[in-house]
T-cell receptor
Framework: GNSVTQMEGPVTLSEEAFLTINCTYT??????LFWYVQYPGEGLQLLLK?????DKGSNKGFEATYRKETTSFHLEKGSVQVSDSAVYFC????????????FGTGTRLKVLA | DAGVIQSPRHEVTEMGQEVTLRCKPI?????LFWYRQTMMRGLELLIY????????DSGMPEDRFSAKMPNASFSTLKIQPSEPRDSAVYFC???????????FGSGTQLSVL
């Protein structure tokens, strides 16, 4: 079945460090891929998405490229800020019309000043 | 727009008591999801409504859980009787049509003692 695997956290970085959070998926066909972010005490918010192979989603300095050959959608940011501290969720939605979103377990990021 | 509104934000109750969680989706959104978030299992889909009709409740843990959507602007998730293992954060999310973006509420932190 469909699944999403994320690297375990927490990830602790200093401000302005480079960030990578790994995400791989298992799915048949061509799912849409997402990164959602959850700030403390809040619900999840869509950060970026990609709907087909080689697409790059980007937002707020974050980027992720849909790599079908490696079934990956790694999240990157060149220079993190303290305000980026949050939990990041990788997710997929199969494009066959299903409503189901499969979420990873989340990766907590802590950025220290 | 006020976003997805959930109440209460926090609920502490004793084992065996009935708990009712409430959700008001974004106006115009016709899909509503209830998710449960725990450290052990991450984010799990409990039930999905489309146009107020429950489409998939396969994620509802057991008969103690029930959900209703009497109209397009209101949904409830009820646990009766509650148990300590039900302690989690419960999120409601809504979506408009086939749009892939989910909008989450801030969640209800449930603690069953």
């Amino acid at each position: 079945g469909n699944s999403v695997t994320q690297m375990e956290g927490p990830v602790t970085l200093s401000e302005e460090a480079f960030l990578t959070i790994n995400c791989t998926y298992t799915a048949t066909g061509y799912p849409s891929l997402f990164w959602y972010v959850q700030y403390p005490g809040e619900g999840l918010q869509l950060l970026l998405k990609a709907t087909k192979a080689d697409d790059k989603g980007s937002n707020k300095g974050f980027e992720a490229t849909y790599r079908k050959e490696t079934t990956s959608f790694h999240l990157e940011k060149g220079s993190v800020q303290v305000s980026d501290s949050a939990v990041y969720f990788c997710a997929l939605r199969h494009t066959s019309g299903t409503y189901k979103y499969i979420f990873g377990t989340g990766t907590r990021l802590k950025v220290l000043a | 727009d006020a976003g997805v509104i959930q109440s209460p934000r926090h609920e502490v109750t004793e084992m065996g008591q009935e708990v009712t969680l409430r959700c008001k989706p974004i106006s115009g959104h016709n899909s509503l999801f209830w998710y449960r978030q725990t450290m052990m299992r991450g984010l799990e889909l409990l039930i999905y409504f489309n146009n107020n009709v429950p489409i998939d409740d396969s994620g509802m843990p057991e008969d103690r859980f029930s959900a209703k959507m009497p109209n397009a602007s209101f949904s409830t998730l009820k646990i009766q009787p509650s148990e300590p293992r039900d302690s989690a954060v419960y999120f409601c999310a809504s979506r408009q049509g086939a749009n892939e973006k989910l909008f989450f509420g801030s969640g209800t932190q449930l603690s069953v003692l």
